[in-house]
Every structure is written in structure tokens, then in C-alpha cells.
């Protein structure tokens, strides 16, 4: 199965990954590498070009299986935990609408995974 990301939902997906392992996602750890290094250097080198990377360019994995489908789910779900708090905390401006941007995208992204996840035969 096929699944796409924005740039910057997979960089919170791994990083969440980083700090709370999943084996079912070990194989997307070299395309994470690769990325985190380019993007950095992006960063430092390119912020316009980083900025629209992040926001406009996808990541596709395109053999994802359904396990990985339901572990990418699984941590995502986290990340728009720890937003939700994020939003709690914070008392307005652009930072708030930024943490809203991004759990409205998360949770769009969530969704599509459920309907990706196999369905138990009745």
C-alpha cells in the first residue's frame, strides 16, 4: 500500500520515533536519515527552500504494509496528544495557529491511515 505524507508529518513521525521506538517502522529509519541530514543543511544554507520543502513536498512510501500503516497511526496519534497539551498552554498568536495547523493535518493524515489498515472479515 501506498502511503504519503507531507514532509514535515513524516519529520514528526520520526521523531517521535526516536524517542519511542517501534520496530514496525525500523525500514523508514534510512529514508528518515537521509532527509534529516538534507533538511538540515537546507535550513542552514536555504531557509525559503527549506520552509516550502517542509510544507509542500511529500514523502511516499510506497510499500507500505498494513502493520506499518497501523504504527505510523499508533504514533501520530501521540504526536496530536502532545499538540493537543501545546494548545492547552498556549494563549494565542501565530504559535497556536501553527499547533492548530498541524493537528487538523495530523488528524486528516490519521484518518486515511485507518481506512488503510486491513479490515477484519466478518
Same mark, same amino acid.
Given at each position: 500500500?501506498?502511503?504519503?505524507? $507531507?514532509?514535515? !508529518?513524516?519529520?514528526?513521525?520520526m521523531?517521535? @520515533? +526516536?524517542?519511542?521506538? #517501534?520496530?514496525?517502522?525500523? &525500514?523508514?529509519?534510512?529514508?528518515?536519515?537521509?532527509?534529516?541530514?538534507?533538511?538540515?543543511?537546507?535550513?542552514?544554507?536555504?531557509?525559503?527552500?527549506?520552509?516550502?520543502?517542509?510544507?509542500?513536498?511529500?514523502?511516499?512510501?510506497?510499500?507500505? $504494509?498494513?502493520? !506499518?500503516?497501523?504504527?505510523?497511526?499508533i504514533? @501520530? +496519534?501521540?504526536?496530536? #496528544?502532545?499538540?493537543?497539551? &501545546?494548545?492547552?498552554?498556549?494563549?494565542?498568536?501565530?504559535?497556536?495557529?501553527?499547533?492548530?495547523?498541524?493537528?487538523?493535518?495530523?488528524?486528516?493524515?490519521?484518518?486515511k491511515?485507518?481506512?488503510?489498515?486491513?479490515?477484519?472479515?466478518?
Amino acid at each position: 500500500m501506498e502511503i504519503r505524507f $507531507t514532509v514535515w !508529518q513524516f519529520v514528526r513521525l520520526m521523531v517521535r @520515533l +526516536e524517542q519511542h521506538p #517501534d520496530a514496525r517502522l525500523d &525500514a523508514w529509519a534510512e529514508v528518515w536519515h537521509d532527509m534529516d541530514t538534507d533538511l538540515t543543511a537546507l535550513a542552514q544554507s536555504d531557509p525559503d527552500s527549506y520552509g516550502e520543502t517542509m510544507m509542500d513536498k511529500e514523502v511516499v512510501m510506497e510499500d507500505a $504494509t498494513p502493520e !506499518q500503516a497501523l504504527a505510523a497511526k499508533i504514533a @501520530l +496519534e501521540a504526536v496530536m #496528544d502532545e499538540i493537543d497539551q &501545546a494548545i492547552e498552554t498556549e494563549t494565542g498568536g501565530e504559535l497556536l495557529q501553527s499547533l492548530k495547523f498541524e493537528r487538523r493535518e495530523l488528524r486528516q493524515l490519521t484518518r486515511k491511515l485507518v481506512r488503510s489498515e486491513p479490515q477484519p472479515e466478518l
